[in-house]
């Protein structure tokens, strides 16, 4: 088993940047790909970025290139993703994953809000 804990959400103006960070706990999962999905009021959940088990590929949705970056660190089992030139339609809950097939583990999502 797995549990995730995200954190670094928050209320933040147009432009502006947040981290997060998702820290893993129950077993180590420095072998699995890791990343993080969000899910705007009235959509449904996209994908953002994911980085692999050593950290030598990192994948983005395009809108998230040049603004988002993703990485991670073993020794602490987290993987954090930089926001920057945020803009209101950044605004959802972020949702960090596991990839790790056949299951795939989700933390309980951190909420962001970009004001205009």
């Known amino acids: 088993q797995a549990q995730l804990l995200e954190s670094g959400g928050g209320l933040v103006q147009a432009g502006g940047s947040l981290r997060l960070s998702c820290a893993a706990s129950?077993?180590?999962?420095?072998?699995?790909?890791m990343g993080w999905f969000r899910q705007a009021p009235g959509k449904e959940r996209e994908f953002v970025a994911s980085i692999s088990w050593n950290g030598d590929s990192t994948y983005y949705a395009d809108s998230m290139k040049g603004r988002f970056t993703i990485s991670r660190e073993h020794a602490k089992n987290t993987v954090y993703l930089q926001m920057n030139s945020l803009r209101p339609e950044d605004t959802g809950v972020y949702y960090c994953?596991?990839?790790?097939?056949?299951?795939?583990?989700w933390g309980q999502g951190i909420e962001v809000t970009v004001s205009s």
């Open positions: 129950g077993r180590t999962f420095r072998n699995y790909a």
């Open positions: 994953f596991i990839d790790s097939r056949p299951i795939t583990y």
